[in-house]
């Protein structure tokens, strides 16, 4: 019984910063993998980036390379993306996920159908 609430999202203009938290409760979050995706109107939920708990291997969407970050801290078992130089395609609901069969790592894209557990989602706008 794992629940995820997701914080920090809003209004931005573009080449702004934000920084997403997502606090677990109900249980650690050893040994998972932790995710964030993301979900435009009318488009796919698409994986964002995703965190080993085990080694710290990181995947992340080309899309978002050299701009995002995901982190994990460990003592408050949350989960962070921190979202540098965004732009108004970032715009979207960001979703975080946990799965407990899974490992990420750079040539693995990650899927919604492999996570088990997610947020209600939070509102990002980036406005131009």
């Known amino acids: 019984q794992v629940q995820l609430v997701e914080s920090g999202g809003g209004l931005v203009e573009p080449g702004g910063s934000l920084r997403l938290s997502c606090a677990a409760s109900g249980s650690t979050m050893d040994g998972y993998a932790s995710a964030w995706f993301r979900q435009a109107p009318g488009k796919e939920r698409e994986g964002v980036s995703c965190f080993s708990h085990s080694d710290g291997d990181t995947y992340y969407a080309d899309s978002v390379k050299g701009r995002f970050t995901i982190s994990r801290d460990n003592d408050k078992n949350t989960v962070y993306l921190q979202m540098n130089s965004l732009e108004p395609e970032d715009t979207a609901v960001y979703y975080c996920?946990?799965?407990?069969?899974?490992?990420?790592?750079?040539?693995?894209?990650?899927?919604?159908?492999?996570?088990?557990?997610w947020g209600q989602g939070t509102q990002v706008t980036v406005s131009s």
């Open positions: 996920a946990l799965a407990t069969m899974l490992w990420c790592d750079d040539n693995s894209p990650i899927a919604p159908s492999d996570f088990d557990s």
